[in-house]
């Protein structure tokens, strides 16, 4: 039997190529540490100890940094024992990552449940309520407490009291994609426990046929961003050449003196026709007293 230790990260969704969706459940697996090897000789029956997350040197005690040192690993702060039918085949000290499984296969999560607290056996039990009007005082009692013989509540009679913070076992639960880059597993369905809540995944014990499903990967085009990046980057700011102010000044007053130069000759041109006129107006009133005077005489 194989095994790994992991952590609940949370619940998302797969598409299928055939287009069903597979609800998942995201399973996040460090390299595990073997810390122990239990043969037949030695314990009595084989199996192997998992080690997963570091532990803090001053939470460590004395017995846990022996236990860490005979194996030449760091104080880890959780550790699982699984069967194994093999022992020879692993070391002291070595790994064990997600690659221990692939896709397809089938395996049993164990978790420790969510707590609930103290609960009624209504939520506990599932129990029936009574009526909620005319009157009637019974609404989320437990009900009878059993026979009158032997005068007493009989063992397992379903009370209220403490409900959820149990190890349950979700078995034949499927492997839907295995990441060794980025350390997790996708496993169809529910797992038990909270998020970040510690998990052993291992091959189950009612083994199935070995179907793995074609799922839709998403890629995303990065070309289009890479193209805008180098356009971008081409595209250069213009220089920008400043001109010192003389030369501006300069610039301006000989623009100036073309601009006068060319509105003489026009000024020239429109002054000779008044001259013109003033002369044919003198002419005109010589004429107009010459004619005054013969009229006279």
């Known amino acids: ?150 005068m007493r509540v009989l063992k397992g009679k379903k009370l209220a009291g403490h409900m959820g913070a149990e190890t349950v076992t979700i078995q034949n639960l499927e492997i839907i994609e295995v990441n060794t880059t980025d350390n997790y597993i996708l496993v169809s369905g529910n797992v038990p426990g909270a998020k970040q809540g510690l998990v052993l995944i291992k091959e189950s014990v009612k083994p199935g046929k070995v179907n793995p499903k074609e799922i839709l990967s998403y890629v995303e085009e990065e070309t289009v961003v890479d193209e805008v990046v180098e356009e971008t980057t081409e595209a250069q700011p213009e220089e920008v050449v400043e001109t010192p102010a003389e030369e501006v000044v300069e610039e301006t007053t000989e623009e100036a003196r073309e601009e006068v130069q060319e509105e003489a000759p026009a000024a020239e041109e429109t002054e000779a026709p008044a001259e013109e006129v003033v002369e044919e107006t003198a002419e005109e009133t010589v004429a107009e007293e010459k004619v005054e005077e013969t009229t006279e005489e």
């Open 1 to 150: 039997m194989k095994g790994i230790l992991g952590r609940k990260v949370g619940m998302t969704e797969k598409f299928t190529k055939d287009g069903k969706i597979i609800p998942v459940t995201v399973v996040s697996v460090e390299p595990n540490v073997i810390t122990q090897i239990k043969t037949v000789e030695t314990d009595g029956y084989n199996a192997i100890q998992l080690a997963t997350v570091d532990k803090k040197e001053k939470h460590v005690s004395k017995p846990e940094a022996g236990h860490a040192k005979k194996a030449g690993v760091a104080p880890k702060r959780f550790l699982k024992e699984i069967r194994v039918d093999n022992p020879q085949d692993y070391t002291l000290g070595s790994t064990i990552d997600a690659s221990t499984f692939t896709v397809g296969e089938r395996v049993d999560v164990t978790g420790t449940s969510k707590g609930k607290g103290f609960q009624g056996p209504i939520k506990r039990h599932g129990f029936s309520r009574g009526p909620e009007t005319h009157g009637s005082d019974y609404h989320r009692k437990p009900g009878s407490m059993g026979t009158m013989r032997p």
